[in-house]
């Protein structure tokens, strides 16, 4: 009796643990229901709560208001500006990134808006070289049919100790090579290549030079090959570009223009750094170029001098208003002897080494050209005879002498004197900037003389040029002692005349003393 009075306790107590599991059960369910409805309806609250703090701002800021097609335009100028200093667009998010980053409609809009993927600028980098591709891949296609402006840099490889260099690569280019996988991915729009600045990658030049690569709409073309490439024997790009007529911008930091297949006679824009004999190539087969600037190599031969135009043969630039110089005087002297450029506005020669002789062939295509210059700035020039060019310079408005670290850069009394108008009333008449920078070697009252006269010049005789007053004088020297030998008293008059001078005739002038520098 005992044992089976147990038994049925048991199970009467098993049921009641039974039931009451089963009814905590069914509050767990419910409760976790209850907790399911919330979770859902706070997800449709927080998503009317984003709407209406979208539809807030929309209503508090005019632009976020404006129609779509306005915002685009607006979009596209930001990204244009940014455009202005290419070396820059790598240092910073690019432009359609930072303004996605605003708010999800305008990221919406700018996302499904392809010319605002039409700039490609990208630092290639071994640690991130994968992602990079990626990224590459999809920027590409999200710009669909948009012209593509690129701009490709590299970082160095000692920049990133332990980096497992390409079992392909060499190991002797000065900058990262990214694999070919990178290029063939750029270059399946190359068709749509309207900016290309690039160094001259070693798996690039490659596929260029396969002949596959074209770029009927290129119009501003950037290479480069730095001192290292060089040295190990890279002298040029080989790439057919005879199919793109519209090429008009070119920038060659090159050994030579070979292989090159440019049409030269369309371009209308050109800065080269290469060696002489292709300079010279270039300047004279751009028949329509407007604007040019030729620079020292990071290398420092560039070819032997050669004969200067024995022929006495000139190729007229006739569109040609800007021509700068930042190389040898040789240099200058070899290219100046085969062009003449009526039209020129502007002429610049910041000389690499002053000691050759420039002058006389600057003198000569001066003459030849019978140019109305209005700028006319030389830099690091050497003991010269400056007034042999002041009678072809009567155009000029802005006249600049900077002697820079050349030795011996005198600014002496003759020039002075040459400049002054009651003196010399034929050398430039239409003066409005002066700038002079060197070892002074006039005396203050010469300084003095040409300042006055400048700024009240005397009445123009029978069929002359009526001489304008001049708007700016700066003269700076590097030699202090110049200011030590002049009495205390004359200097300063001498400058309260200039402060007297500036202030009733509101004109600029600056004389004062800059220490030399030495490298």
């Known amino acids: ?79 244009d500006l940014q455009k202005k200093e290419p070396s820059k667009l790598v240092l910073q998010h690019p432009p359609a990134f930072v303004i996605g980053s605003v708010c999800r409609a305008w990221r919406r809009l700018v996302w499904s808006t392809p010319r605002m993927w039409g700039t490609l600028a990208i630092t290639f980098c071994p640690l991130r070289i994968k992602i990079q591709n990626e990224l590459l891949q999809e920027w ?40 070919a996988e990178t290029f063939a ?97 270039i300047l004279l087969g751009s028949k329509n170029m407007e604007s040019c600037i030729i620079k020292q190599p990071p290398y420092r031969n560039i070819g032997n001098a050669f004969d200067i135009n024995l022929t006495k043969t000139y190729t007229c630039l006739p569109n040609l208003t800007s021509l700068s110089f930042a190389t040898e005087p040789y240099v200058v002297s070899a290219l100046l002897a085969y062009i003449s450029a009526p039209n020129l506005k502007y002429l610049s020669l910041e000389l690499a080494n002053a000691q050759t002789s420039w002058m006389t062939e600057t003198l000569e295509f001066l003459k030849r050209s019978s140019c109305a210059l209005t700028d006319f700035v030389v830099s690091n020039f050497e003991d010269c005879d400056f007034t042999r060019l002041l009678p ?29 108008p009651s003196n010399s009333p034929n050398f430039l008449p239409d003066l409005e900037e002066l700038v002079l920078e060197g070892t002074l070697k006039a005396s203050i009252d010469k300084i003095s003389n040409m300042v006055k006269s400048r700024l009240a010049p005397p009445p123009p005789e029978d069929d002359m040029t009526p001489i304008r007053q001049i708007q700016h004088v700066h003269i700076k020297y590097d030699n202090v002692s110049w200011s030590r030998t002049i009495n205390p008293n004359r200097l300063q008059k001498f400058y309260l005349e200039l402060a007297i001078l500036s202030s009733t005739t509101g004109a600029s002038l600056n004389v004062q003393w800059s220490e030399r520098q030495t490298f």
């Open 140 to 179: 590409i296609e999200r710009s669909q049919n948009t012209m593509l402006s690129v701009y490709l840099f590299s970082e160095y490889p000692e920049e990133h100790e332990g980096v497992i260099e390409d079992e392909d690569d060499d190991g002797m280019h000065g900058y990262y090579e990214p694999p």
């Open 1 to 79: 009796m005992v044992s089976i009075v147990n038994t049925n306790l048991n199970e009467e107590g098993s049921c009641e643990r039974n039931w009451k599991v089963v009814a905590v059960q069914k509050k767990l369910d419910a409760s976790e229901q209850e907790i399911a409805e919330l979770t859902e309806k706070l997800e449709r609250l927080k998503l009317a709560h984003c709407r209406l703090k979208e539809e807030l701002n929309a209503t508090a800021s005019p632009i976020l208001s404006l129609p779509a097609e306005i915002l685009v335009e607006i979009f596209l100028l930001f990204c």
């Open 392 to 420: 072809y310079l009567k155009t000029v408005n802005r006249f600049s002498l900077c002697g820079g670290d050349a030795i011996l850069n005198h600014l002496s009394g003759h020039l002075l004197e040459a400049l002054t």
């Open 185 to 281: 991915i750029l270059c399946s729009a190359s068709d749509r290549w309207r900016v290309l600045h690039t160094p001259a990658f070693l798996r690039l030049r490659e596929r260029l030079a396969s002949g596959g690569v074209r770029a009927p709409v290129l119009r501003d073309l950037d290479f480069s090959v730095c001192a290292t490439d060089h040295h190990n024997g890279v002298r040029s790009v080989k790439w057919d570009l005879s199919g793109s007529s519209m090429v008009r911008e070119v920038n060659l930091r090159l050994w030579s223009h070979e292989g090159l297949g440019v049409q030269w006679q369309g371009v209308t824009h050109v800065e080269l750094s290469m060696k002489l004999s292709s300079m010279l190539h």
